[in-house]
């Protein structure tokens, strides 16, 4: 359990200033922020805080680190973290930056590489492209965000393992919490083949594609989808729309506005 004087620590910190260049970074980088409530905004600052209080940032491929990529990438993390007792990612210490798509391993296949935007490793950092970071910050609305994407899998990984299910109900009852998971599973479940089914025949789907690879890749890429185009998703998949609602404690419908049609 985290400590007592930790808690106290990020709770002073939470109600820190905010700097006006970071602020400014935030206007250019992740416009979208302007839509949340005020009381939602200053909560996305005091976990920016927070987030860059604990967290280390290290360029690679040259890439020097500054305040832009700092403040840019830990405003898309911790927009997941809005409206709950926030753990912060806690398996997470270093989030690498390379400069745009880097060469890294098959997932399935060691031998070969290919390029990527970003990945999120269990009790590893977060590695992530910034061109990638700083375009998916900037356009809230085309339903993909590397940085979303990859913290999904962090909140995923948080119990153990990477399958889709990230932890439910903290601080409910075992009953509630076993109807929680049991309602996640089901929908879940049933709209993950659907999304394989219409994959496999090249339909055009709100989810991208790339989450019919596996439960942990849906989860992540359902969750770029509730984000960016919730209205979409809303409409398309309401149930899977209502599960990811009350799990993120979020309505991204309310501040999208008619943009997501
Ligand atoms: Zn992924």
Redesign the pocket.
């Known amino acids: 359990m985290f400590g007592f004087f930790a808690k106290r620590r990020r709770k002073k910190i939470r109600e820190g200033d905010f700097p006006g260049a970071w602020a400014e970074i935030l206007e250019t980088n992740f416009p979208i922020h302007r839509q949340l409530s005020a009381a939602d905004q200053r909560e996305l600052h005091g976990h920016i805080l927070v987030f860059l209080d604990e967290k280390m940032f290290e360029g690679c491929g040259g890439l020097v680190i500054d305040d832009e990529i700092r403040v840019t990438i830990a405003a898309q993390a911790c927009i997941l973290l809005l409206h709950r007792e926030p753990a912060y990612y806690p398996t997470l210490r270093t989030i690498l930056v390379y400069p745009s798509s880097y060469l890294a391993k098959h997932p399935h296949d060691e031998k070969k590489k290919h390029h990527r935007l970003g990945?999120?490793w269990q009790f590893g950092p977060v590695v992530l492209a910034w061109d990638s970071s700083r375009r998916g910050g900037k356009n809230a609305f085309d339903g993909h965000n590397v940085v979303i994407?990859?913290f999904a899998?962090q909140l995923d990984q948080i119990d153990g393992a990477a399958d889709g299910a990230p932890t439910l109900g903290q601080g409910e009852e075992r009953g509630q919490r076993r109807q929680l998971y049991r309602s996640w599973a089901l929908v879940f479940s049933r709209d993950f083949e659907c999304l394989q089914k219409k994959a496999a025949k090249g339909k055009r789907t709100v989810i991208d594609h790339?989450g019919a690879t596996n439960p942990?890749?849906f989860f992540?890429?359902a969750t770029e989808a509730f984000f960016e185009k919730p209205r979409q998703l809303k409409k398309k998949r309401p149930e899977l729309y209502e599960e990811l609602r009350a799990y993120y404690r979020q309505n991204p419908v309310a501040w999208h506005g008619s943009r997501d049609r």
């Open positions: 990945e999120s994407h990859e899998h790339y942990a890749e992540a890429t």
